[in-house]
């Protein structure tokens, strides 16, 4: 077996520049020339380029724009900076799935299995959470013995062997993106279109997948809350992708109340095993489907019966395997919390709102997430959700109830959901989850 090629942390030759012709470029609303943008990025990485000079250049990109070639150049830059991985000697499909992240979003867990299951290679490269919104390893890491942390000949034989692989992502990929990133959280240029879709789609693009589905959100709970700007990143980075080769595609979804029933970490995987076993939250399964439809069909199985590997429990053997390769036990009693707090209607009638943000702020101060990159999180602790928007409900039946390892933080997580959850005396409006699908 083969280790996947990797190759890269070469930019070119690139001829000098100016950084401050560059920036002033930017902030006058002109485009950034094209050997310039690359000398630019590069020069930043290599510390020759001072952080206020990006911070400057951040801020006019966020006030003007880019072009589409801009953003391009920009993306092409970042993956230059590191190392570019291939997956072309496996011999099947890559196919991968990025969201941009919201509350109770658990569905990496079971599409990655699911879409092996088809005979596909999911390589699945994702992250710790910061703030409100969880990581994918987080949940994860509350099975006992999994491991998060591949080195790329195991990455390469778990994807020719079982298919589906979520792990840690190495360091190597895009470092220019590492060190902007940091960058523009501390200067308020992180609402960027152009400067996100870059951001996300380096990663993805040197990560080397043939193809790749992107679950954008928008709503309370979203990194971007509106619906426009959430379509116009969505389009940007299906361009992108498609301008790169990565044959890209879109779903636009709604993050204004959490997904599922679970939100947390051990309480998530729980959710995620009974969607694999053909049940779980009715939100939960129809994004599972949708998202894993897409991904069969960028992978050339557009007749694949995704309902029946749910049924059947070919999807639950790609779990089981999935998770074993990394050592750990599918079997093993998830963590549990030590105590909880059930919080019950005020009245009969209908649950008319659950906003996601509060929500997932609430899980967050119950240690279910971190504030800082070194924290831990608390793998029991969360919310377990009893109603979704839409339930009928009488007084004094239980809404929600808070996850605990003991009962200091359940003060703090309930003002943060003061004002979050309403009942009124009318059924709401139901609204689609999958908004639109977006192509190139
Ligand atoms: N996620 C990223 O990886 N980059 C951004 O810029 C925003 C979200």
């Known amino acids: 077996m083969s280790a996947p090629e990797v190759s890269g942390g070469d930019a070119g030759a690139v001829e000098p520049h100016d950084a401050v012709d560059v920036i002033r470029a930017k902030r006058d609303g002109g485009t950034v020339p094209e050997d310039a943008l690359r000398w630019m990025i590069d020069a930043y990485t290599r510390g020759y380029v001072a952080d206020s000079q990006m911070a400057a250049f951040a801020m006019a990109v966020l006030l003007n724009g880019m072009t589409r070639d801009e953003i391009r150049v920009m993306t092409d830059a970042m993956i230059a900076s590191g190392e570019r991985m291939s997956f072309a000697s496996l011999g099947k499909p890559t196919v991968d799935k990025h969201s941009t992240g919201g509350v109770g979003d658990k569905i990496t867990l079971p599409l990655a299995p699911l879409v092996a299951a088809f005979g596909v290679a999911v390589p699945q490269l994702s992250g710790r959470g910061l703030g409100h919104t969880g990581g994918t390893l987080d949940k994860l890491e509350s099975i006992p013995g999994w491991r998060a942390a591949l080195s790329n000949d195991e990455l390469f034989a778990q994807l020719a062997d079982v298919g589906a692989v979520i792990c840690a992502a190495g360091t190597g990929l895009a470092p220019a993106d590492k060190k902007l990133y940091a960058l523009r959280d501390v200067t308020g240029t992180v609402e960027a279109i152009p400067l996100i879709a870059s951001s996300i789609m380096s990663k993805k693009i040197a990560e080397g997948t043939d193809s790749l589905v992107l679950d954008v959100k928008f709503g309370s709970g979203a990194f971007m809350r509106d619906v426009v700007k959430a379509r116009e990143l969505a389009r940007t980075m299906v ?86 390769a990394q050592d750990g036990d599918p079997d093993a009693p998830l963590p549990a919390p030590n105590e909880t707090h059930t919080v019950t209607a005020t009245s009969a009638g209908y649950v008319t709102q659950m906003e996601a943000l509060p929500f997932g702020i609430a899980a967050w101060r119950l240690g279910a997430g971190r504030a800082r990159a070194q924290d831990p999180v608390l793998h029991a602790a969360g919310i377990d959700l009893h109603v979704k928007p839409g339930d009928e409900v009488v007084a004094g039946q239980p809404l929600f109830a808070l996850l605990g390892e003991d009962g200091s933080r359940f003060e703090r997580a309930l003002d943060a959901l003061d004002g979050a959850w309403k009942i009124g005396t009318d059924a709401p409006a139901r609204t689609p989850l999958v908004l639109e699908r977006i192509t190139a």
């Open 239 to 324: 361009a992108l992708g498609t301008d790169s080769g990565v044959a890209t595609t879109a779903l636009l979804t709604d993050m204004n109340t959490p997904l599922g029933l679970a939100i947390g970490n051990a309480n998530e995987v729980r959710e995620s095993v009974e969607v694999l076993a053909g049940g779980g939250p009715a939100d939960v399964v129809e994004l599972t489907i949708a998202l894993a439809r897409e991904m069969l069909a960028l992978a050339g199985k557009p007749d694949a019966d995704v309902e029946a590997a749910l049924r059947d429990g070919r999807a639950m053997d790609a779990w089981r395997r999935m998770i074993r």
